[in-house]
């Protein structure tokens, strides 16, 4: 309880500072944005998912990894673990919109007071960039 009453107090100081005016960001960097956003997700996924698949035969003789499997199926059963991810799950679509308005500020004072001077060198660095991700880490199989 006193943790939640901290964690409420805590939300309730940042929302009082993030009252103040930001800079709006322009639609096009926004737009820019998410898009380098969604390809860095799919490409994270397609990652993950290509060491599932080559660690998962490795790991299927292994004695250690079927005691592993059975302690994980013990957590999953457990009340306690199922109540912390309802709560953890609760708390992150609660502070969605928290970090969606920090992640838009952040936007707005990169358009205006950063990007005149380094937004150029950025897109170019995020352009030699991506012949290198798409070799190392594509965003599709």
């Known amino acids: 309880?006193?943790?939640?009453?901290?964690?409420?107090?805590?939300?309730?100081?940042?929302?009082?500072?993030?009252?103040?005016?930001?800079?709006?960001?322009?639609?096009?960097?926004?737009?820019?944005?998410?898009?380098?956003?969604?390809?860095?997700?799919?490409?994270?996924?397609?990652?993950?998912?290509?060491?599932?698949?080559?660690?998962?035969?490795?790991?299927?003789?292994?004695?250690?990894?079927?005691?592993?499997?059975?302690?994980?199926?013990e957590l999953k059963k457990s009340p306690r673990v199922e109540s912390f991810i309802k709560i953890a799950g609760g708390l992150a679509s609660e502070l969605n919109p928290v970090v969606d308005k920090a992640r838009l500020n952040a936007l707005g004072v990169y358009g205006q007071y950063l990007r005149p001077y380094i937004g150029e060198h950025l897109d170019k660095a995020i352009n030699n960039i991506k012949p290198v991700l798409d070799t190392v880490l594509p965003q599709e199989n």
Not at 6 to 19: E, R, Y
Not at 23 to 48: M, Q, S
Request: proline share 5%; hydrophobic share 50%; aromatic share 8%.
């Open 1 to 73: 309880m006193k943790l939640t009453f901290a964690l409420i107090l805590a939300l309730q100081v940042s929302v009082c500072v993030w009252a103040q005016e930001w800079p709006v960001p322009d639609k096009e960097l926004v737009d820019k944005y998410e898009g380098l956003r969604t390809v860095f997700i799919k490409r994270l996924v397609n990652a993950w998912e290509k060491v599932k698949t080559a660690v998962e035969p490795a790991l299927e003789g292994s004695p250690t990894a079927g005691g592993l499997k059975e302690v994980m199926e």
